[in-house]
């Protein structure tokens, strides 16, 4: 399909696998979309820029890839930020079109319905849109696909109209007669408000004229503040709506100034934020931010996963008010003729962004089409893209052949640049991602042959011999059973799963044995870390069990992040500590008991705050103490293994020291956590150096039931 995609400073349409309708989420084939030209045009500009200005406006970016390069080294961040920078970005979030495909769990759609959509990230400027439920909304018959595209800005201007909560008569003011402030004049207008609008442009105050607007103001020429007070009888008006862009601070001191007593100011666009007391405090005004469609945004239980807010206590969510400014159209209280000023092909998309550059005659809004919507059978869609530069290098030894599923920032910031530099062992052939963009930008960075949305063409490739899955950890489970199922070797990230259904169908998968069975093996990469490697020389010829600490400094994580969700952190994370305890006894575990912190309030939990007493069949005892509630600033990591009168310890896998052991004391300027060194191991079982797995089977089901019952267990 063809997408919209901003590099550097410049968009172009570029070709990328389409996407599928996963569960809870709606595939649109969109017939036109819309352009912001105020928060859109903001990232095509900072694009455009050099990084060195980039980061002087963001120094928040700045302490993030210091904070990366202490903790992963230069070169891995390097390649993290030069993937994000050299693979451009998707715009859009305003789109119309007709729904081809429905994911499970949704209702109240069907294919053939024509409908709106909303949401940065998903209702992208491309041929095909998978979008959650929740953003979607139907199109009235009466209205085009052209105006139904602009629902989201629609949905921005209406919050901030309920925002404001004037009554029959009030007076406002708006101002920037943008394509935000000229839907909320008219919103305003058809709720029986007295509006004002003020810009710098003469074109669009004429418009504002046009649309109804009792008066119009241009501050470089007229005296704003005065002609608005006089306007509302001498004591200010009721609330002025914000809706310009700016970074200075003036404006919105003079929207302060033109408010009565007690009057309110509703910031929906951009301002300088040095706010002068005086402007506000004898007046007693409000200040109200509207936060971009409604209830409901930024919240991934009802954008995400689909839950509604109940209509008694919350009547205008995001999609409801989607909804209403569609129906405002449909009956031609709000209209759009005079706004869309320019329609472009999607082959023609960088000119529609070079056309909002313009200082002069800049267009209100634009309007991208994709030809008329059809509904097409699911296989007449392209989900695969082949990388035109992919070149077949040929090698004196035997290379694997794998293939990438799920493209996130751990894969490609950690596991892709280890492999490259494993390229006489690896070869990356395909990227598979829900996003299309994201897989092929993947593909060309790192030399795949081709992108896809679709895991049967990985699954069905002959030439792929492993697949590393680094997806959300929900869908492990699954994703590990069809690749084994189809044959291929298996890495899978941690954790193997995340339920203990999804386990048993591994487990029976290989209920009559691993031989002669494709590989599988689990991202416990501690284990293959030059520390544990070196502490388990000493540890394999103790004479006594051992006794060993682990402390997981793991940091505090918001009540709403995913990782608690599908097993949480100990699942998700705390798998790790429990296999390197396994790995150093090298015993089977005989019993695990569990505490758990109880906190006084919601802040923390106790499910990410665990003291687990593992003890094993050889007599040794292991505590793994995984806890959110220290400092950041403290080391992360800590390891601390006693025997027969001998003691070492790791320290954030940077430093290695032992007591009454003669080791070779190790010291690394950052975290080196194993996870190149796991690779090796796991090219030598594939390749047939190593006869063995890189990690017992045995060892993969204990791990990873270990850590079921450490959840199960409440403490």
């Known amino acids: 399909m063809k997408q919209a995609i901003l590099k550097k400073g410049v968009v172009y349409p570029q070709s990328t696998p389409a996407p599928n309708a996963s569960n809870g989420n709606i595939l649109v084939k969109i017939a036109s979309s819309c352009i912001s030209a105020g928060t859109e045009m903001s990232g095509v500009k900072s694009s455009g820029t050099n990084i060195i200005q980039r980061a002087l406006k963001q120094p928040e970016n700045v302490k993030k890839v210091l904070d990366a390069i202490k903790s992963d080294g230069l070169k891995k961040t390097f390649t993290k930020v030069k993937s994000k920078l050299d693979g451009g970005s998707a715009l859009g979030y305003s789109a119309s079109g007709v729904?081809?495909?429905?994911?499970?769990?949704?209702?109240?759609?069907?294919?053939?319905?024509?409908?709106a959509i909303a949401g940065v990230g998903y209702a992208n400027h491309a041929e095909y849109a998978e979008v959650p439920k929740n953003l979607?909304?139907?199109?009235?018959?009466?209205?085009?696909?052209?105006?139904?595209?602009?629902?989201?800005?629609?949905?921005?201007?209406?919050?901030?109209?309920?925002?404001?909560a004037l009554t029959l008569g009030e007076s406002c003011v708006v101002v920037?007669?943008?394509?935000?402030g000229l839907l909320t004049l008219q919103m305003l207008k058809a709720s029986?408000?007295?509006?004002?609008?003020?810009?710098?442009?003469?074109?669009?105050?004429?418009?504002?004229?046009?649309?109804?607007?009792?008066?119009?103001?241009?501050?470089?020429?007229?005296?704003?503040?005065?002609d608005v007070v006089n306007w509302a009888g001498g004591r200010g008006v009721d609330c002025v709506i914000f809706t310009a862009a700016t970074s200075s601070s003036g404006p919105l001191s003079d929207a302060f100034k033109m408010c009565r007593i007690k009057g309110t100011v509703i910031l929906v666009g951009?301002?300088?934020?040095?706010?002068?007391?005086?402007?506000?405090?004898?007046?007693?005004?409000?200040?109200?931010?509207s936060t971009s469609y409604g209830p409901g945004r930024y919240d991934v239980e009802y954008e995400e996963k689909g839950h509604d807010y109940p209509y008694a206590y919350v009547r205008w969510t995001e999609q409801r008010n989607m909804q209403e400014y569609l129906r405002l159209i449909d009956i031609q209280a709000i209209k759009l003729d005079r706004l869309i000023d320019a329609t472009y092909k999607i082959d023609n998309v960088t000119n529609a962004y070079e056309s909002l550059k313009i200082e002069t005659q800049r267009p209100l809004m634009v309007i991208l089409t994709y030809g008329e919507p059809e509904i097409f059978e699911q296989t007449d869609i392209n989900r695969r893209i082949d990388i035109t530069s992919y070149v077949e290098k040929s090698a004196s030894n035997k290379i694997i052949k794998f293939a990438l599923v799920g493209a996130g920032s751990f894969a490609t910031g950690m596991h892709l640049p280890n492999i490259k530099e494993l390229s006489d062992r690896f070869k990356l052939?395909?990227?598979?991602?829900?996003?299309?963009?994201?897989?092929?930008?993947v593909a060309e960075l790192f030399g795949a042959k081709y992108a896809t949305t679709n895991i049967d063409d990985v699954l069905g490739d002959a030439e792929i011999e492993l697949v590393l899955i680094a997806t959300r950890h929900d869908s492990h489970g699954e994703l590990v059973l069809k690749a084994l199922e189809a044959g291929k070797h298996v890495f899978v990230e941690k954790p193997l799963a995340t339920t203990q259904e999804q386990l048993d169908k591994i487990k029976h998968f290989y209920h009559?044995?691993?031989?002669?069975?494709?590989?599988?093996?689990?991202?416990?990469?501690?284990?293959?870390?030059?520390y544990a490697q070196e502490i388990n020389k000493f540890t394999q010829k103790r004479i006594n069990p051992l006794f060993a600490t682990y402390r997981m400094n793991a940091g505090h994580a918001p009540s709403d992040s995913w990782i608690h969700d599908d097993g949480g952190r100990i699942v998700g994370e705390g798998c790790h500590i429990i296999d390197l305890m396994n790995f150093i006894t090298g015993s089977k575990l005989?019993?695990?008991?569990?505490?758990?912190?109880?906190p006084v309030n919601s802040n923390f939990s106790s499910s990410d705050n665990k003291s687990i007493a593992l003890k094993y069949v050889d007599g040794s005892v292991c505590v793994v103490n995984y806890f959110s509630v220290g400092n950041k600033g403290f080391a992360k990591e800590n390891l601390e293994v006693h025997f027969d009168g001998k003691t070492i310890v790791m320290d954030d896998y940077i430093s290695l020291r032992g007591y009454g052991v003669k080791l070779k004391e190790i010291k690394t300027a950052s975290s080196e956590k194993g996870q190149k060194e796991e690779l090796i191991f796991l090219y030598d079982s594939l390749s047939g150096k190593n006869p063995h797995w890189p990690i017992e089977y045995s060892d993969l089901i204990q791990t990873t039931e270990a850590t079921f019952i450490s959840v199960a267990d409440k403490g």
């Open 136 to 164: 979607v909304v139907k199109k009235p018959k009466g209205i085009t696909f052209n105006e139904a595209s602009s629902v989201a800005l629609g949905a921005i201007a209406m919050q901030g109209t309920r925002r404001a």
């Open 270 to 289: 951009v301002s300088g934020m040095e706010i002068n007391r005086a402007d506000i405090y004898k007046k007693e005004l409000d200040f109200k931010v």
């Open 99 to 115: 729904i081809i495909d429905l994911g499970t769990g949704v209702e109240g759609f069907k294919v053939g319905d024509e409908v």
């Open 429 to 441: 052939h395909a990227v598979c991602n829900r996003s299309g963009h994201k897989a092929t930008s």
């Open 176 to 180: 920037g007669a943008g394509i935000l």
């Open 512 to 530: 009559d044995g691993i031989e002669g069975k494709p590989i599988l093996f689990v991202g416990f990469n501690r284990r293959f870390s030059k």
């Open 192 to 226: 029986g408000i007295r509006v004002c609008v003020l810009d710098l442009d003469e074109g669009r105050l004429n418009i504002a004229n046009e649309l109804g607007a009792e008066m119009t103001l241009n501050p470089s020429r007229d005296n704003s503040v005065s």
């Open 590 to 598: 005989e019993s695990l008991t569990v505490q758990s912190l109880t």
